[in-house]
């Protein structure tokens, strides 16, 4: 790891809970290989910055991976009998169109294109394009819905007494909300398992 | 009516879909059952349910639902 490299690393953990600042600070500084106006970067530096364009609005969380190489050769080297490999690395860049978000713990492969108007749901390994206007999930991920489907669903639990609340700058909740939601949980398991038992 | 009732206890079998009558408000149904839902709806019945109408009351009981469904209809066949 480079000093210059291990620095911008440094800098990224040090921005852990405002990832616009990482965002900010990545463009300033020409880091990445393009980074458009309100989007939000993991924590984790990708190994080749210039080799992912992120656009506009795309919110990753912190604890997203994208890979911009593999370095299979250089295992089959010793590895495979059956060819001589060299010690090379294959490379793929990542491009991340408007209006994407990528949920925690999801690992963007080298070659990937996703969106634009694209959910890549938790822990999701993305080995191929997504679609624009598609949420995916899964290892490998799949299309599961679609953005507008999102929207609306989102729509109905903004109208009803869902367990929504303005999140403060202290990532604390009160513990009248904590008791509203183990109120909520409750009622529903209880009215779910009760069909079941009676069967 | 009882096709939809049919339609959706295969979908989600754990829900007791004749009974319950605040599926939504009570959060019987989470958002990816509502997704199932509509999916479901979309391609059972052709209907695209609108974000206009997309509130609880709508979805809190099969007889709501179904009341949706050819309220869609109506106003879609009107327009044709």
């Known amino acids: 790891m480079t000093i210059r490299r291990a620095m911008t690393q440094f800098r990224f953990w040090l921005f852990i809970g405002n990832s616009w600042k990482r965002a900010e600070y990545a463009k300033k500084k020409g880091i990445f290989g393009q980074i458009g106006n309100n989007s939000r970067l993991p924590t984790e530096l990708p190994l080749y910055p210039k080799l992912v364009r992120v656009h506009n609005n795309v919110t990753i969380h912190r604890s997203v991976k994208l890979i911009t190489h593999d370095r299979i050769n250089a295992f089959l080297m010793n590895a495979s009998k059956a060819y001589k490999f060299k010690s090379t690395e294959t490379l793929g860049p990542i491009e991340i169109m408007d209006n994407v978000y990528i949920g925690m713990n999801s690992v963007i492969m080298p070659g990937v294109k996703i969106g634009p108007n694209a959910i890549v749901s938790v822990g999701s390994v993305v080995a191929s394009d997504v679609p624009p206007n598609t949420i995916v999930a899964g290892v490998p991920a799949k299309v599961v819905g679609t953005f507008d489907s999102l929207v609306k669903i989102r729509v109905l639990q903004d109208k009803m007494n869902a367990l929504q609340f303005e999140r403060s700058g202290d990532e604390m909740i009160n513990e009248e909300t904590i008791k509203k939601a183990w109120e909520l949980f409750d009622k529903k398991k209880n009215k779910t398992t009760h069909k079941e038992e009676n069967k | ?80």
Request: aromatic fraction near 4%.
């Open chain 2, 1 to 80: 009516m009882n096709e939809l009732i049919k339609a959706l206890n295969e979908l989600l079998p754990t829900v007791d879909f004749e009974k319950e009558k605040s599926l939504v408000s009570e959060g019987i149904l989470d958002s990816l059952s509502l997704v199932s839902i509509m999916l479901m709806i979309n391609e059972v019945y052709h209907v695209d349910i609108p974000v206009e109408e997309m509130s609880p009351e709508n979805f809190d009981s099969v007889e709501s639902m179904y009341a949706l469904i050819e309220k869609i209809k109506a106003s879609s066949s009107e327009m044709h």
